[in-house]
């Protein structure tokens, strides 16, 4: 079965500084997917990524899967208070979509004033 | 507009009860997933359902039946609850693409 291993478990950084976060597969994904999720409440999808060497941006946030598709990394830049919460990986190991994501056991960020 | 929604959003019982959480998708989407979320944000599948099928159940007890009566709604049903099953439950819709979560249902039992 599919696993990942997301790194650091917790990361508490200074606000405006920057950060990343990786998610390693022990197998080859077919996708992977970044969430986040603030304390309380459900998951809020940031990101996918399927192919090998891809890289999405959105507002300060970056996310690259690596050639191999084993290995991603999700960076922020200048954080900001609001990038607090707990970030996970997801990984579609099997391409059809409808077994649903395995995830990574999140990376507890906290960003101080 | 709540693409996800599931209630109730707090549920706390005894042990030894039956309870239902539902959920219900306005997105369209063709399979619906339950994940449970343990005390460490360990966020694990525990069904999905396309189409009215069940195509997973991941090692869960048979204490916990998914049950859809349409496309758009998968409830969890869990009978004889045990401490164990304190947690966080979430539903999750898709369409060849990303999940679209719940908010959560953070079930207490005592």
């Known amino acids: 079965s599919q696993e990942l291993e997301q790194s650091p478990q917790s990361l508490i950084v200074q606000e405006g500084k920057n950060l990343t976060i990786n998610c390693t597969s022990s197998?080859?994904?077919?996708?992977l997917y970044w969430y986040k999720q603030k304390y309380g409440e459900g998951l809020i999808f940031l990101m996918m990524?399927?192919?090998?060497?891809e890289e999405k941006s959105h507002e300060k946030i970056t996310a690259k899967l690596d050639e191999k598709k084993q290995q991603s990394s999700l960076h922020i830049t200048a954080s900001q208070p609001s990038h607090a919460g707990i970030y996970l990986c997801?990984?579609?190991?099997?391409?059809?979509?409808?077994?649903?994501?395995?995830f990574g056991k999140g990376t507890h960020l906290i960003i101080q004033p | 507009d709540t693409a996800v929604s599931q209630t109730p959003k707090y549920l706390v019982t005894q042990m030894g009860n039956d309870k239902s959480i539902k959920c219900e998708q306005n997105?369209?989407?063709?399979?619906m997933y339950w994940y449970k979320q343990d005390s460490k944000k360990f966020l694990k599948i525990m069904f999905s359902?396309?189409?009215?099928?069940?195509?997973i159940n991941e090692t869960v007890p048979n204490r916990f039946s998914p049950k859809s009566p349409d496309k758009a709604h998968l409830n969890l049903h869990i009978n004889s609850l045990e401490l164990g099953d304190s947690a966080v439950y979430f539903c999750?819709?898709?369409?060849?693409?990303?999940?679209?979560f719940g908010n959560g249902t953070r079930l207490t039992v005592t």
């Open positions: 997105l369209g989407h063709d399979t």
């Open positions: 997801g990984a579609d190991g099997t391409g059809g979509g409808a077994d649903g994501l395995t």
């Open positions: 990524l399927q192919k090998g060497g």
């Open positions: 197998k080859t994904l077919y996708g």
């Open positions: 999750a819709s898709s369409q060849l693409g990303p999940l679209h």
């Open positions: 359902y396309n189409n009215k099928e069940l195509i």
